[in-house]
């Protein structure tokens, strides 16, 4: 079952901007996280924001939550080469259940 | 820092065959999962297991079985290989519920023919 899906599928933009990615999801959650995936690689967590929380800092990230819009948005200030990867949001599947669903992902490239 | 291994990177494998893929991690985590990943249609939950000898089924279990002999290992089986399981495979551990972050393995490309 699919609870986070991103948007968008892919973005490609120049070294120095900000890049913004979306995720909605359908049922109420306890939190969202966000992962990065570099290509051919396992997942790296990013950052956890809880459902009480509305905005989160971390370095370059900042990770937004609107629980009413059930949407969450990381972006990414002013981007490096370095980070072109897949980003990848995780939601807690509800009902105490242990899993994490994850969406498929947005593609971001980072043009030097 | 917590390391989470991978039997193998790349894997070619026979129809038909069966196969192990071998997982372990280092920091005494209580629960580990088996994902495949596919482009396309993201990371989808195979098998998780909270506990040593306890599992549950993920999203999609079938073909596939797991073994949780010790805290630290946990492994996927494919008893039966088919061309329909050549997928990334990722492992993940965490120390907890939800609310804890999941720490992958680097991944293993199997290839069935």
């Known amino acids: 079952s699919q609870q986070g899906e991103e948007d968008p599928q892919a973005l490609s933009i120049q070294e120095g901007e900000n890049a913004t990615m979306n995720c909605s999801y359908k049922?109420?959650?306890?939190?969202l996280q966000w992962y990065r995936q570099n290509s051919g690689r396992g997942l790296v967590h990013l950052i956890l924001i809880r459902s009480n929380e509305r905005e989160k800092h971390s370095g370059r990230l900042r990770v937004t939550l609107d629980t009413s819009k059930k949407s969450s948005s990381l972006l990414i200030t002013a981007s490096r080469a370095a980070d072109t990867a897949s980003y990848f949001c995780?939601?807690?599947?509800?009902?105490?259940?242990?899993?994490?669903?994850f969406g498929k992902g947005t593609k971001l490239t980072v043009n030097p | 820092d917590v390391k989470v291994t991978q039997s193998s990177r790349y894997l070619v494998k026979r129809t038909g065959e069966k196969v192990f893929l071998e997982c372990v991690q280092d920091m005494d985590h209580e629960n580990m999962f088996w994902y495949r990943q596919d482009p396309g249609l993201g990371l989808r939950l195979i098998y998780f297991s909270y506990d040593v000898k306890m599992k549950e089924k993920g999203d999609i279990p079938e073909g596939y079985s797991v073994s949780r002999e010790k805290k630290e290992r946990f492994s996927l089986i494919l008893e039966s290989a088919s061309t329909n399981q050549t997928s990334m495979y990722l492992c993940?551990?965490?120390?907890?519920?939800?609310?804890?972050?999941?720490?992958f393995g680097p991944g293993t490309r199997l290839t069935v023919t």
């Open positions: 995780a939601t807690d599947a509800g009902g105490g259940s242990e899993k994490l669903v």
């Open positions: 049922t109420s959650i306890n939190n």
């Open positions: 993940a551990s965490r120390e907890g519920g939800p609310l804890y972050e999941q720490y």
